[in-house]
DNA sequence: AGTTAGCACTCGTTATGATTGAGTGCTAAC
DNA sequence: GTTAGCACTCAATCATAACGAGTGCTAACT
């Protein structure tokens, strides 16, 4: 059987008014509502076909059809037109996100939540992520007779603290002047060489503190494969709540322990696999492999600091979410934190990461 | 009227059943539960009198009675016995909260989440806040040409960054000798005095540099007075789905819109007012004066380190929620936080404040 | 006096059955 | 190929009745 023009209008149609209406949409409706130029009996010809080609489906006897998850996909590769924002849109998001924020955490939070709000669905960022970045600079600060902290500047700008433990400790300027050679190996060697002969040898001064410079090597380490893990920003989780799906208690509590556990959102945002960086990626209903979210959609993307993916953005709602707005909204979205974070971490505007 | 001793046992009886099971409990029920020795029809009659001295209500004619909230908050303040962990619960909370975390914001989530699987209950967890303390160390470190990083390092060994931007900045050397200065400044003299001839004598050589000076007293002043907004830790806001009291949905979303919005949960956990330090604290249902979250009780404690309150925990239930069990548990829960936040701030054993 | 058995009454909940109406598939005519 | 017409299906709605948990009151009993 062929998809011809009449079939995909109809398919469109269904697919259209059931994600206004969440309601099984008959032939009647679609006679009524869109201008085909046919009576319902013809459409509901068509539509028997429709559900023989897998696209739509039928609740029970009675009722109208629904789209199926290939219906979706049909419509969100091949029939989806990308609509422009609305004014009101364009008006929102100007004001929900504001260019002279200094710390990424707030840049994230805002984002989540000016995302989830115009879209109604609920919201997941990553906070931009600084793994195989170079260190520009380290410096040792004391804190404490066996403490002391390696503040470590990264080549965007970004300041990460640790806390070294050693037995053996320099004074502040002991510690000052260590930093200073530190820096300087940094500069001169890959971080593989940190055990070899000319590290030690120009280390050699500060012989006594070996366990304070490997941990401070580790810790130097552990911010470049950032091994410790990325934050996630959530918002309206609540959203979902407005939605008839979810009217059912229960299925609400499971969709929201999920969104409690911190692995099941990676995985939601696509977790280790990296897309293309410049393309936004639907998955919809039972294509993710979680059990708790086959009722559930993400529209996701990743944003960018220059060439590179550095960060996670994921919307989450029903299947029957409205795809053209999510993503004309999240291409929107996306494209203004590229340019603010380009401004923050690359113009070295700020980049406050306090704790 | 008075409340005797035959009326306290059938109170408490109403309060348990209701606590239980949720339903409405009518005399026979209690009768033929609890061993009062009196029949049906007498526990009718005093039924009646506590119904008129306000600690009962009927729901409707042919209904049992449920307790009402002076009802709850006799119970809470007279009548309940504090009971003793179960063996399950003491273990449950042994291998919960590890002692050896080594950084504050897993402690904190880890005892949030901790409480709300053993209660079943939603919580909210202030990080420990470090107000009011005194600084023992500032360093400048160099992050850009017109950026450095303050690093404060407090008395209980916790360290926070601070973005400093200014158009003149000395070179690192300057900045180390500058952190110097500043130290000893901050040692001779109050934060108040930073504008007073002495001070200005005392930075002299660094006069070029009045605009970064003024920012590091600056972010040294919020460092003590904790002017950024504090971090909470929530968990569980799900187990509120399960109870029948929020099976209607539009219930649920209020309260998960509360749950999402920061002052709320503020307020929530007791805002500006100190409690008594070692007090647990319980908010029967209307009485907070947020209308999203009448039909919740919270029990609330601060925890602490050394002598002073530091910060908060709420646990929020419905309000049949089992009070004794959760006071139970949350007393515990502070003894334990009190000892390991001694052990990591005071102990200097570890308090990584990395952001 | 206090306690209790008995009983009429209330009222939410549940079960039953009838009605409605949206929607379909099929057939026959256009 | 299209469409009007019609019988059929079935969830949703509604009214009615039956049920039962619970009460308050009265009168008898200790």
Redesign the interface.
Known sequence: MKLNERKIKILEAIITDYIATAEPVGSRTIARKYDLGISPATIRNEMSDLEEMGFIEQPHTSAGRIPSQSGYRMYVDNMMHKRMLTDDEAEFLKNAISFNV?RVEYLMQQTAKALAMLTNYTTVVTEPKSSGVKI??I?L???????A?A?V?TEN?A?????I?AKNMPD?DGL?RLS?KINSVLENYALDDINSDRVQEALKEFADYSELIVNVFKAVISTVRQE?DVHLYT????NL??FPE??D?NK??NI??A??EKDMLITLLGGGENTAADKIEIVIGGENKMEELKDCSIVRANYRYGKNSVGKIGIIGPTRMNYSQTVSVLDEIIRKLDTIIDAMLGG?E??????
């Open positions: 200094n520009k600079h410096q600060v004391p804190v404490d007779k066996n403490t902290a503040v500047v700008n300041i990460k603290n640790h806390i433990k502040a000052y200073g410790e918002s309206g989780v609540r709540l407005g979810f009217s208690v609400a509590k929201f322990q969104f409690e070295g700020d980049g406050d990461h306090d704790g």
